[in-house]
């Protein structure tokens, strides 16, 4: 069973010096193990309801996330540009970046 703590560590494998792990960062990564969905969200990364859904908002918005909960993302597949595009949907779920339509 994977937690919260393995999403975390994978983060810091990813980018040492995001120690903590953003809130952002940790929401993203948790979509592919409980999907884009609030409630789940909430309760397995312990961030307030209120972020949440301001950032699967967002992910909506920008396509990174379908209505249903599932994920649509290049990073997600694990190509040799998983990690730029996996921190380019980190900046979009943040509202710096905005994706090509």
Same mark, same amino acid.
Not at 5 to 11: E, H
């Given at each position: 069973m994977k937690t919260i703590?393995?999403? /975390? /560590?994978? +983060?810091l494998k990813m980018d040492p010096k995001e120690n903590?792990?953003?809130?952002?960062?940790? +929401?993203?990564l948790s979509t592919t193990i409980v999907g884009a969905k609030e409630g789940a969200l909430v309760k397995f990364t312990g961030i307030? =309801?209120?972020r949440? =859904?301001?950032l699967?908002? =967002?992910g909506r918005d920008q396509r990174i996330f379908t209505r249903d909960g599932r994920i649509r993302a290049e990073w997600f597949d !694990? !190509? /040799?540009n998983s990690g730029v595009a996996?921190?380019?949907d980190v900046l979009c779920l943040d509202g710096l970046l905005v994706r090509a339509r």
């Open positions: 703590n393995v999403v /975390k /560590k994978a +983060l903590p792990p953003h809130d952002t960062s940790v +929401l993203l307030p =309801r209120a949440v =859904r301001e699967l908002h =967002r !694990g !190509g /040799k996996f921190y380019c």
